[in-house]
Each structure stands twice: as C-alpha cells, then as structure tokens.
C-alpha cells in the first residue's frame, strides 16, 4: 500500500546557532518564516499575509540543507527533507501521489519545514525519459504549495536548488516561492564560525581559527568539514601510538588544508 509507505522526519537537535555566518540569511528567515509563526495574530492586525515559502539558492555544501534543518530546530519544529530526485528514482509513475502524502505528512506532523532539495528537477526542461510527465508533477506541486485543498498553516516549505534558471516561472508567483535567498560560500567570519562550531566539543589547544579561515578561501562548509576530518585522523592515530587522545592544534588544520581542495570560489 503506498499509503503506508514511512515517510521519515526528525525533530533536529540543531539550531541557528550551529550555523556559522549566514546572518543576513538568518534573518530573512525570521521575518519571514519564524516571526509570523510566533505571532500570526500581529500579522494578521496589519493585514501581512502568511505564508509562501523560500527558496534557497547557492553552490553545493554552503549549508542550504544544514540551514533548513537549523530552522525547524530553532522553532523546535519537525523537519522533513525530501529529495526531488529521490521522488522521481524511487516511484517511478507513482510521483505525484507520493508529493501529496508527503505534504499530508507534514501537515499531520505541524509544526514541520518541509525542505525539498533539488526542487529544480521538478521544473527543469530536460528531454530525460522520466520527466515525461513533468508537467503534472510540477503543476502538483504548485497546487500542494498553494494549499486550496488543504491548509498549510503549520507548514514551512522550504526549497533548495544550486540551479535557479532552470526552475519553471510558475513556482516564483506571490504566495510560492516569492522570496530568493542566495546561500553564498562563507566568507572568512563564515569559515572562522563553521570552524569554531565544528570542533567545539572537540579536543583542542590554541586553535587559531582566524588563520585557518585565511588559508580556506573559496572552502565550503563541507570543505571546512573534511579539513577537520583530516586532522582528526592524523590527530587519533598519534593518540593511539601514544596511548592518550592529544587535542588538535593549529598546524594539525593547516596541514589538513593541504590535503583538500576548495570546492566554490570567493564570490
Ligand atoms: P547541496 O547543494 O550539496 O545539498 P547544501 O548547501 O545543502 O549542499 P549542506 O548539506 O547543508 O549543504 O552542508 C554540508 C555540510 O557542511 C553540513 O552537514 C554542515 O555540517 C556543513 N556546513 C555547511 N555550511 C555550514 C555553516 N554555515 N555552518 C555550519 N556548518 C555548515
């Protein structure tokens, strides 16, 4: 039955305050997604409508989806994150009626961000096979979004692409994706955050966390993320031959960023 299929969802342990830099993001998704839940009866006193949802945009493993998951977690809200992609490999024929149970789902469970990745699958003019059907899915999903049928109150959408030009128009109108916000890669107060949040329960001694944001330009969150990997492992295998776990240092993460090769370039 594919009613019973389990669609997944977490409430997430994260918060903004695990996302490093992004402020000016943060705060976009304040006032638009967190503030109004918080007080819809102000927004409705001056007439502000509610609702609609974001899109993010940005190159790969700059924190779209760590970020979506951070907000759910900041409203202490479920979190469910759908793949596009994922919709389209695993029910093949079967797609749009498995975009409604996952908004049902959401629905069920509010308060839920509901985050689609890749959703510029969903809208892309692409000649593959199995988007023959393209066109009923994405209208689907602009109905799901739009609500008439059943109520989103309670429900954040939230939509990632790394490729905006090839999302269909229709998803940009006034109450679906009216907002675009661009996730760039961090700066050097970015790298210098995601670094300091990562090895915070870390062992570490004097880490300058300044000179390894300098060294990382055009470094990624995913890139910041292996760069500590690295160290780590350098770092436990020493702490094996010696017997007790050393604390990572400086030269530990400058010689890690030598072995990794940035991912985006400083915008
Ligand atoms: P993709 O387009 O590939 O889906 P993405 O933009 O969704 O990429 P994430 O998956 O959110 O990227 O980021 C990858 C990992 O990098 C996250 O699990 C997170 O731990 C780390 N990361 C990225 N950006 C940040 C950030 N600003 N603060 C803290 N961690 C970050």
């Excluded at 490093?20 to 006032?31: C, P, Q, S, W």
């Excluded at 994706?177 to 661009?182: A, E, M, P, T």
Aim: hydrophobic share 40%; charged share 30%.
């Amino acid at each position: 039955e594919e009613e019973d299929r389990i669609i997944e969802f977490e409430r997430p342990k994260v918060s903004f305050n695990d996302v490093g830099g992004m402020e000016k993001v943060k705060e976009e998704i304040r006032l638009k997604i967190i503030h109004p839940l918080e007080h819809p009866e102000i927004y409705k006193a001056y007439g502000k409508k509610i609702g609609g949802g974001i899109l993010l945009y940005g190159p790969p493993g700059c924190g779209k989806t760590h970020l979506a998951r951070a907000t759910a977690g900041q409203i202490k809200s479920n979190f469910m994150a759908v793949g596009i992609n994922e919709i389209l490999d695993m029910w093949l024929g079967q797609s749009e009626k498995n975009l409604h149970a996952i908004f049902q789902k959401a629905r069920q469970i509010k308060p839920c961000v509901l985050f689609f990745d890749e959703v510029d699958a969903l809208g892309a003019n692409r000649s593959d096979m199995r988007m023959s059907a393209g066109r009923h899915l994405i209208n689907q999903f602009l109905n799901e979004l739009d609500g008439i049928e059943q109520s989103n109150d309670g429900v954040l959408v939230l939509a990632a692409t790394n490729a905006p030009w090839h999302l269909d128009p229709a998803f940009r109108r006034p109450g679906r994706f009216d907002r675009i916000i661009f996730v760039p890669p961090p700066d050097e107060a970015g790298r210098t955050a995601i670094l300091e949040i990562h090895l915070r329960d870390k062992p570490v001694k004097d880490v300058d966390y300044l000179k390894i944001a300098q060294k990382t330009p055009g470094f990624s969150g995913a890139d910041l993320e292996a760069v500590i990997d690295i160290a780590i492992e350098g770092k436990m295998e020493e702490s094996m031959r010696k017997g007790i776990p050393l604390p990572i240092e400086t030269n530990d993460l400058l010689k890690a960023v030598g072995k990794h090769r940035a991912t985006t370039t400083e915008w």
